[in-house]
């Protein structure tokens, strides 16, 4: 059980490239992070360096109290899940499990005891005597869980484990890590690209984004306040409409249409407003904006439609059953409006938003 | 590719025939000309079926024909022949799993260098640099010994180059888990490394003891005295009669007997090597 602090961390491949840049975090001890962004966001450089398995160019990072910047992986206290899982081909699931333990001079007695505590709770008692070739997927993602546990570290490290799994072990396997960590209280640090594994799993998300952190946040946070237009389109699904709108005053013209703000205004000029799809709601008569339908993407219990608002793609999301015609006229609620700088994409804070923010005694989203 | 025409199946049948014909009656006619006597093959033609003097031969290749040519006993030639064989198989195991694991997993400078300069040497055959590792091995004072005959041909530019491309096939991932597992290089080498690469051992065993067996042109040149004789020279001494007359019957049972280890490591090696790689999934 330890907390993790990292300070101004950067990584700076040999060749001058930049893979990471100062990074600040503070992980409360048991805390569940979820690292996510697009490949190449430099997440999962950020776990290795957290792991030690890469040097860190800048910056420190502590463990407990513990600057670990020049700590071999073995004595950091961690324990890593990987994406292909590694298991070692030639060991059976049990010396798998035990290899760790035996390095650190365990006594036999104990890794037993551990062994076969972690292999009830996983439930892969029955294939301890197998190779890792004679088990599925999710089996082998289960012993190379199994040998995080047993080594009972104050933090696990997870690079993407789930993403060599079919959909469906996916979804189970997710709801298994997360009840898992819940029981063990470890402290964890997640690396994902899947959006939705990111809500699902985390305590708090960390949006990364060209090697920077975008936002950091709960899941419903980052999803209500997202704290730039990247954050927006990559936190939720369907993405966030965002659509270049002039604000007139009271009023928001987007394409041909007119929009009242009822004060809601947080800006002048030219912005980029994101709207979630299930904010956007169809009207009867002449008020709203005018939708012309292009394709409708059923998924059983919501009808995705995508259609123009003059130039402007739009994606609503209506429940299963309403009707659809070519032609709709939409509206929003002004308060469910987001509004971002049309030059660099961060989020303008309304002034209720703030008022909100002020009153709450946790840390304000960065706008 | 799976077919089923008749026609087909009789043609890969008869080249398969054929090629075993062509590549097995040479064996054939030795071990027929191991089974008679002098007078029968000194007519000029090899009979087709064995003879009747089989054991006759053969105990007298065992004891004493050696002597007559002034060379240790057979199974002492074999012992050498074999002692340096395997001494060749383990020192090229052991050196170049070694050189591959440094330049695999290991930073260090002029690394790449370091493996080209070993992979240049496989574009030299032995014979072209013969004379200066004559020279070196002289000097040092290493001619007629156990040390002469194997420390030269010890290293093995082919068998690092196997494990290298071996080595680099092992997923990092793994070698990262045995790190996060406190497994240091060395351990992660016993652990992990070696038993993942039995297969390539075994199949590099097969091919190193019989490249040791069939040594002749080195060991011919680092040793005068008799007593280091190997096999394969011993059998070539015997072929330059003295008076005129080779004993073609009792070199053809030597020949067969010499060909009895490799063949026993072909099998045994085989079992183990094909187990390996049904056994082994990276």
Not at chain 1, 137 to 143: E, L, N, Y
Request: net charge neutral; charged share 20%.
């Amino acid at each position: 059980m330890a907390s993790i602090d990292v300070e101004k961390v950067g990584k700076i491949y040999t060749g001058g490239v930049r893979a990471v840049t100062d990074i600040n975090l503070e992980i409360k001890d048991g805390e569940f992070i979820v690292l996510v962004g697009p490949s190449g966001c430099g997440k999962s450089t950020l776990l290795r360096m957290l792991a030690g398995l890469e040097t860190i160019s800048e910056g420190q990072v502590k463990i407990g109290s513990r600057v670990v910047n020049r700590v071999e992986p073995a004595d950091r206290d961690i324990a890593m899940v990987f994406q292909n899982y590694a298991l070692y081909p030639h060991m059976t699931v049990r010396q798998n499990l035990e290899y760790g333990l035996k390095n650190r001079k365990t006594p036999k007695a104990e890794i037993d005891a551990r062994v076969t505590e972690a292999a009830r709770m996983l439930e892969i008692t029955q294939y301890l005597d197998r190779k890792p070739r004679a088990l599925s997927g999710g089996q082998r993602q289960r012993v190379a869980m199994g040998r995080a546990i047993v080594r009972k570290p104050s933090v696990f490290l997870f690079d993407e484990p789930l993403s060599n799994l079919d959909a469906k072990l996916r979804v189970s396997m997710r709801g298994e890590i997360k009840r898992l960590q819940r029981r063990l209280g470890t402290t964890s640090i997640y690396v994902t690209h899947d959006q939705l594994e990111a809500m699902t799993l985390a305590d708090r998300l960390v949006v990364l984004n060209g090697g920077q952190i975008e936002q950091v946040g709960s899941p419903l946070d980052v999803y209500h306040t997202p704290a730039s237009t990247f954050v927006a389109s990559f936190i939720g699904s369907p993405a966030m409409n965002l659509v270049k709108a002039e604000c007139q005053g009271d009023r928001l013209a987007i394409g041909p249409a007119m929009i009242s703000l009822n004060g809601y205004a947080p800006a002048s000029g030219t912005v980029t407003v994101g709207i979630r799809a299930e904010d956007l709601r169809v009207v009867s008569g002449e008020e709203g904006m005018p939708f012309v339908v292009e394709y409708v993407e059923e998924l059983g219990s919501q009808r995705l439609v995508h259609g123009l608002v003059g130039d402007q793609a739009l994606t609503i999301a209506l429940s299963g059953e309403s009707e659809i015609s070519g032609t709709m006229r939409i509206a929003v609620d002004p308060a469910r409006l987001h509004f971002f700088s049309a030059d660099d994409g961060k989020r303008i804070v309304s002034a209720n938003e703030a008022a909100r923010a002020a009153a709450a005694s946790s840390p304000a989203p960065v706008a | 590719m799976v077919e089923n025409r008749p026609f087909l199946t009789f043609l890969t049948h008869a080249f398969l025939i054929f090629g075993f014909v062509v590549v097995a009656f040479p064996v054939y006619v030795a071990f027929v000309a191991s089974t008679h006597d002098l007078p029968t093959l000194l007519t000029g033609a090899v009979p087709m079926l064995p003879g009747s003097h089989f054991i006759e031969n053969y105990s007298a290749i065992l004891t004493n024909v050696s002597a007559a040519h002034g060379l240790p006993n057979y199974s002492h030639m074999a012992l050498n022949s074999l002692i340096m064989a395997i001494v060749i198989t383990v020192g090229k195991i052991v050196i170049s799993i070694m050189s591959a694991f440094a330049i695999v997993y290991f930073r260090f400078p002029f690394r790449v260098l370091a493996f080209w300069i070993i992979f240049v040497t496989l574009m030299l055959p032995v014979e072209v640099r013969i004379m200066p590792t004559y020279k070196i091995v002289a000097d040092l004072g290493m001619l007629n010994s156990w040390a002469g005959l194997t420390i030269p041909l010890i290293a093995s530019a082919t068998a690092t180059f196997l494990f290298r491309q071996f080595f680099m096939t092992v997923p990092d991932e793994i070698l990262e888990a045995a790190r996060v597992d406190g497994a240091g290089a060395m351990k992660f080498f016993w652990d992990i490394l070696l038993p993942l690469s039995r297969t390539n051992i075994g199949a590099l065993c097969v091919i190193l003891f019989i490249y040791g067996w069939v040594q002749y042109l080195w060991p011919m040149l680092v040793t005068t005295d008799t007593g280091y004789y190997t096999l394969m020279m011993g059998m070539k001494r015997m072929v330059t009669a003295q008076d005129g007359v080779i004993a073609w019957n009792y070199v053809m049972a030597g020949s067969v007997l010499a060909m009895l280890p490799p063949i026993l490591i072909v099998i045994f090696m085989q079992r183990l090597f094909i187990r390996g790689l049904t056994e082994t999934e990276k």
